[in-house]
Structure formats: C-alpha cells, structure tokens
C-alpha cells in the first residue's frame, strides 16, 4: 500500500516521522530572511489533521508558551492523524512587540489573503496555502490586548454540532457562540470546511500562568477527543457553559479607575463595577452592569477616557452565580503550588 506523504514548505513528511519547518515568508528590508517557525507530528496511522497556532497578534504570547509546554511534555505521542504546531505566525509582530504588521495591518483581518497583496496578505496567504489547506481542524490561540485580560475562554461556532464538541472537549468554564468576522483566520477556514476554535485567555505582552495551563490542558483534551493522542479529556467540568450574548461595559466619564470588580465575577443589573476620579479625589461617575451576567474581560490600566470599554460582561442562560463559582474552582485548580 503506497503511502502518501504531505508537504509543508517543500518538504515531504511521512507517517511517524517529526519535522521541524521553517517556512519562508516576505524578507525585511534588510535583506533578512523571515520564517514562520513550524513542528509536525505524523502519527503512524492515517486521522485527523489539526493545527495549533500562536502569535497571528504578534503581542500575544501566551500560545508560543502553551505549544513550547506541549512539545516538552514526554506524554504528547501522537498515534493518529497529523498535528502541525506554528509556534509564531506573525513573527514581525512578535520582534516588535506589536500586534499588527508591520504596514499596520491586523492579520487577523487579512485573510485569505494573496500572494500579490500586502505584506499581511502575503502572509496570510503562506498559512492558508501551508498550513490550513492541509488540516480538518484548527485551534488559534490568543489573549486579551494591550492593558486588557480575558478570562480563559473558547470562542466557536457552536451552532454547528462537531465544533460545539470539540469546545465542550476544550474544557474551560466559558464557551463564547461566536460570529465569523470579515477576513479572519475562523472565516478562512469554515470557508473551506476547516473547523477552528479561538481560545482565549490573559493579557498581551505578559505569561498568564492560569491561562497557559489551561491552553495546554485545553489542547490536549481536543486531541484526545479526535483520537490523535489516547487521552481521556481531563476537566473538572462536565459541562461549560454557553454565552450566545456578550457586551462592553464603557466608562461614562474620564477619570481614575478604582475597580470593585474582576474577572469571573457575577454582577446584578446596576450593580457598580468601578467608580471614576479626578485626580483631586472628587468622584465623577460609576460604571455599572447594564444587565446581570459574568466578567469574561476588563482593561487592567487605572485610567480611562469617556467611552474606554472597561469590562467584558457575557450573558447566559444558566444561574450567573452558580457559573463564577465554578470559574473559581476552575482557577484554583489550575494555579501552582505554593
């Protein structure tokens, strides 16, 4: 029976064997060579393809520290199908410490992108043509922006029954329903039948060590799912829980930030948030929940302009109390030991 090799930057890779790429991207302008940094791991029998990608917002770290813990782990022994780990897909982003590329383009927002178009085009075109186009599945991780963090959570469409699975699998307390936004990696891939989850979780430029242990946890629990790796997923939760509605809670006025809540709590309609000062102490506003729900992502910086969203709240259909108590067992079970 002839075996069928795939081909990733040019390079045959065959059942059992594990390859590291470096797939070429458009040079700097220094003449320099640019790569996208790429590990593949072919199980010996035939399955499912899914990749794992960090860093397409290149101020995004944490992914880059989940696929490093997960290269690392002795039991990662992939027995079928095809796991294809980028460690940075923007890797000009990641040099400089940015989000965007550098002709301040949002890759997240440039696919699929053309071998002809801009430079964030270009890319997102290698990893179609490279990476997506090879796989049945995807998980792309990130995490909050510049002063904002995110409660690990994983963000799908859970209208279609085998994504909302592979979330379920993923094992956070949060499952966002999601739409596909224009030009995004997610539309790139349902577009052509590739089904992604978009984990998110902590903060920009920072390691959250919660939220990576719960992306190495959360990847390997889809694996085992997909039958890759002979691993029963391992989460406290049976069930997590599904927000279909989520929404920014913005300050009212400019001021001073003295937060009353965070992440994963559960707060009521009107309830305060945060209050708003001037720097003589006088107090401006108060922000409030426009409608009872949990915290799933607030901005860390203690200053804000008039309309600064503040805090993330998602809505669900379950007890708001019963979810946050579950959201702290869920951290503390994650935190390391002391």
């Given at each position: 029976m002839k075996v069928t090799p795939i081909v990733l930057g040019g390079q045959e890779i065959y059942p059992g064997q594990t390859v590291r790429l470096n797939i070429p991207v458009a040079k700097l302008?220094?003449?320099?060579?640019?790569?996208?940094?790429?590990?593949?791991?072919?199980?010996?029998?035939?399955?499912?393809?899914?990749?794992?990608?960090?860093?397409?917002?290149?101020?995004?770290?944490?992914?880059?520290?989940?696929?490093?813990?997960?290269?690392?782990?002795k039991t990662l022994k992939i027995s079928n199908g095809t796991l294809i780990l980028v460690h940075i897909v923007n890797v000009y982003g990641v040099l400089n410490k940015s989000r965007y590329m550098p002709d301040r383009r949002d890759l997240n927002r440039s696919f699929p992108g053309s071998p002809k178009g801009s430079l964030a085009g270009r890319l997102a075109d290698t990893f179609v043509t490279e990476v997506l186009s090879q796989c049945d599945y995807g998980i792309d991780l990130h995490t909050g922006a510049m002063h904002r963090s995110n409660l690990p959570q994983v963000r799908a469409n859970l209208d279609d029954e085998e994504t909302k699975a592979l979330a379920t699998a993923f094992g956070v307390p949060v499952m966002l329903n999601s739409d596909l936004l224009d030009n995004s990696l997610r539309e790139a891939g349902a577009n052509i039948g590739v089904k992604i989850l978009l984990y998110e979780a902590g903060e920009a430029l920072r390691f959250d060590e919660v939220s990576i242990r719960a992306g190495v946890r959360g990847v390997l629990n889809v694996l085992g799912h997909l039958g890759i790796v002979k691993r029963k997923p391992k989460s406290f939760l049976k069930v997590p829980y599904i927000a279909n509605h989520s929404?920014?809670?913005?300050?009212?006025?400019?001021?001073?930030?003295?937060?009353?809540?965070?992440?994963?709590?559960?707060?009521?309609?009107?309830?305060?948030?945060?209050?708003?000062?001037?720097?003589f102490g006088e107090k401006l506003s108060s922000v409030t929940a426009s409608r009872s729900g949990v915290i799933i992502g607030k901005q860390n910086i203690p200053l804000a302009h008039e309309g600064d969203a503040l805090f993330h709240l998602a809505f669900f259909s379950s007890p708001d109390e019963v979810i946050s108590e579950d959201i702290e067992s869920f951290h503390d079970d994650l935190l390391p030991l002391t």
């Open positions: 302008y220094t003449d320099d060579d640019m790569f996208m940094p790429i590990t593949v791991i072919r199980g010996r029998k035939p399955g499912p393809r899914i990749f794992v990608s960090a860093a397409v917002h290149g101020d995004e770290l944490n992914g880059i520290e989940i696929i490093r813990r997960l290269l690392r782990l929404s920014w809670i913005r300050a009212n006025s400019s001021g001073i930030v003295r937060d009353l809540k965070h992440l994963g709590d559960h707060v009521l309609e009107g309830e305060i948030l945060a209050v708003l000062s001037s720097p």
